[in-house]
């Protein structure tokens, strides 16, 4: 018997945090006394504003009743199959970085477009990546990107493949449950496969435990592009009604070894010329920049966090899902005490200790890197270039939160949060003589803010803000805002959002420092700003969503030819409109999206114009008795027009612009797939570059950088259950 409260009211997650380590050393500052003196008296007039607000909207928001549950948002509904698979008994959270909130998240159980969203270009509209599966990647639609480098630069081509706090997940289930993943592309010679589980049980009603493992390894299709990964998290959680933790350690490795790039771009765009004329030459053939498997970036990232919080608040009568063993039955509704949280305070720590190694095992051709930084000689007494640089930082992030929580009260229709955030880092470069590296110490003291509605009908929002006012970062704020509405348009649902960004940031440690053999920089660039807007309307009914962006940069930073950092002084405006639509015709549906985004400085900041995605696919379950079976099946394409895209520099491992060889325009990439849903397992066939068969090749993805010729790919997950 399992017994599990359900209050109704509404609760938001948002609290704030303060810092309990304090730093030993201090660190030079940057000139931001003007941005201090105007932020100042713009957090005056800010206060003074939330305080009218709340008073103004209080009487509107209390004329809307709405359910809540006080264990978590709802902010994301759980799939159709996950209900009929799970029912309730699986709920998965999100935690917030800065206040340990709960969000409310759902695993990916889902088989329409299963097939897309475990492959590369299932990430964004558009991206560039290297081809291999675990290769570094960039979207080349602008508001996908990450707002800004991370602190450890080199870890930018891997976002959204590591841990990350935002993302990471915490499981409360009423039965043991495990889902596995296996991919794989290509035969023994060039296979990539991916491994990837995930394992969560309870031991009792308080207590989760679990891990996530991805295992990649992938030989590629080229020549020296090879690459392995092991990322895994071990996570557990504690839930009670006045004492929650959450903690999980975790690691991430990977191990990529660098081709520059092929050196002739005809060996794919007219292949009958190699070969004596004919196609039997195969992608691994194909010259490249650094062959012989001589090149290698390595990347390490260990982080470790413990969230945890102690809830305010009563009891009062409520209702309780009662669940008598059948798993297949909606639980039952009882009367009990529940306890409804006032406010909490809460506390975050954050370690997180990242590696890297530049190496090349053989001399390089001097002509490739013609400066040395870091001198070496032979044994006869001449410069060789024979990288081997390492990097490495640690960070301590430690937050002390205290919020307000929505919906406790009638009139609490919102909930507030204060915070405070002390970071520290230490920094350790390649020195140019042999000897102990030298190591560097930043660390910076934030002050912020949240106030939310979620649990509202008709209208929601959210704000943040938070400024440093002591430290390295001084001077440096985030002030971000989202408002969510919904009503009906000509008797058809429709829902509206807007969001905006105003940002003032310190470039990254390693953005302004760089030691290594072939490149060598310190840099003090100025502040980067951005102002960014947005809104979206959502036609339900017709599954259409118009999207439109903007956003100005200042002081922006980017990687020229040379692959040295450049910033530029005068503003850039960007501007996107976006178009997606996905329907259903009986067994015949389709989804297009479609993109229009333009740079005002197209050397800094080059983009495609144009980005288009299509599918157009038949869904339908087998006719039997019981139709358990469900099949999509169908051909997707995805296009952008020709620009002036990237080369990926793997010895910063940065994309870096260049004005000579346009990619796009004018080669699709299409596949042809089967997708099948049987019980608890999904599986997928799946054609890849099925334009190749009829279509003269152009299947570059960068500059010098195609990605993988024609091939089937394939990949099965299973969910299982006790």
């Known amino acids: 018997m399992v017994v599990e409260a359900v209050v109704e009211g509404s609760e938001v997650v948002l609290a704030a945090v303060a810092s309990v380590e304090v730093a030993s050393a201090a660190v030079e500052p940057p000139v931001a006394g003007n941005v201090t003196m105007l932020m100042a008296g713009s957090i005056r007039r800010i206060v003074c504003a939330v305080v009218s607000l709340w008073f103004a909207v209080i009487p509107v928001l209390a004329q809307h009743d709405y359910q809540f549950d006080f264990e978590g948002k709802e902010v994301k509904e759980p799939t159709e199959e996950e209900q009929i698979a799970r029912g309730d008994k699986l709920k998965v959270y999100t935690l917030n970085p800065n206040t340990g909130d709960l969000l409310r998240s759902h695993i990916d159980t889902a ?15 558009a991206i560039g990546y290297l081809g291999n599966l675990n290769s570094p990647w960039e979207s080349k639609m602008f508001f996908d990107r990450p707002l800004y480098h991370p602190q450890f630069m080199y870890m930018y081509g891997l976002h959204g493949m590591l841990i990350d706090p935002f993302t990471a997940r915490f499981y409360d289930t009423k039965s043991p449950t495990t889902q596995v993943l296996y991919l794989r592309h290509g035969d023994n010679q060039t296979r990539e496969e991916e491994l990837r589980s995930t394992l969560a049980l309870n031991i009792g009603k308080r207590v989760n435990i679990g891990n996530d493992v991805d295992y990649i390894y992938s030989n590629g299709f080229y020549n020296s592009n090879k690459t392995k990964a092991i990322s895994y998290r071990f996570f557990g959680s504690y839930r009670s009604d006045r004492y929650e933790a959450y903690a999980y350690v975790g690691n991430n490795y990977y ?18 010329n190699f070969a004596n004329g004919t196609n039997e030459f195969v992608s691994t053939d194909i010259p490249v920049k650094f062959p012989g498997n001589n090149m290698f970036n390595s990347l390490r990232q260990g982080t470790a966090r413990l ?42 720590f954050n370690y997180t200790k990242s590696r890297r190694r530049f190496k090349v095992k053989n001399p390089l051709d001097n002509s490739i890197y013609p400066n040395l930084f870091i001198k070496r000689l032979n044994d006869a007494g001449e410069m060789i270039t024979l990288p081997n640089d390492t990097t490495r930082m640690e960070e301590y992030h430690n937050t002390l939160a205290l919020s307000l929580r929505e919906g406790f009260h009638r009139w609490a229709k919102f909930g507030l949060t204060a915070y405070v955030r002390l970071e520290n880092r230490f920094y350790t470069l390649q020195d140019s003589v042999v000897g102990v590296p030298p190591t560097d110490r930043e660390f910076s003291t934030y002050v912020g803010g ?50 905006g960004q105003l940002l003032n940031t310190r470039p990254g440690y390693f953005l302004r420092h760089h030691h290594g053999t072939v490149h060598w920089w310190d840099e003090s660039f100025d502040f980067i700003q951005q102002l960014r807007l947005g809104g979206s309307l959502r036609l339900k009914d017709w599954g259409t969503t118009l999207t439109l962006q903007s956003a100005t940069l200042k002081n922006y930073i980017y990687f020229d030819h040379t692959a040295f950092p450049q910033q530029v002084s005068s503003p850039i405006q960007v501007l996107e409109g976006r178009i997606a639509h996905a329907y259903r015709w009986g067994a015949l549906g389709w989804e297009v999206e479609a993109a229009y985004q333009t740079s005002s400085n197209r050397t800094a900041l080059p983009l495609p114009k144009l980005a288009a995605y299509g599918n157009l696919y038949l869904d339908f379950r087998l006719p039997s008795s019981t139709k358990v079976m469900r099949i999509q099946t169908g051909v997707d394409a995805r296009i952008h027009s020709s620009y002036y895209a990237p080369y990926y520099e793997p010895a910063v491992q940065q994309f870096t612009t260049q004005q000579e060889i346009k990619v796009g325009g004018s080669f699709p990439l299409m596949n042809a797939y089967v997708n099948i849903h049987l019980k608890r397992s999904r599986f997928f ?21 195609p990605y993988n010729p024609r091939g089937l790919r394939m990949g099965i997950a299973i969910d299982f259950n006790k």
């Open 450 to 499: 949240e106030i939310s509605r979620r649990g509202g009908k008709y209208l929601n929002f959210a704000a943040d803000g938070e400024l440093s006012v002591v430290g390295s970062d001084a001077g440096a704020f985030k002030l971000r805002g989202r408002l969510s509405t919904a009503f009906d348009l000509l008797r058809r649902k429709t829902e509206m959002e807007a969001w």
């Open 255 to 272: 191990l990529m070894t660098e081709n520059g790039g092929i050196t002739n771009d005809d060996y794919v765009i007219h292949p009958g």
């Open 307 to 348: 969230t945890h919080r102690y809830n305010l608040g009563f009891y009062r009568e409520g209702q309780t899902e009662y669940y008598d063993g059948n798993e297949f039955e909606a639980p039952h509704l009882i009367d009990t005490m529940v306890f409804v949280p006032v406010g909490s305070i809460s506390h975050t």
């Open 685 to 705: 066939f799946e054609m890849y570059n099925l334009a190749e068969a009829f279509m003269d090749s152009k299947r570059f993805s960068l500059v010098h950088t």
């Open 111 to 125: 088989m329409l477009g299963f097939y897309n969203r475990v492959k590369a270009e299932g990430r964004s509209l």
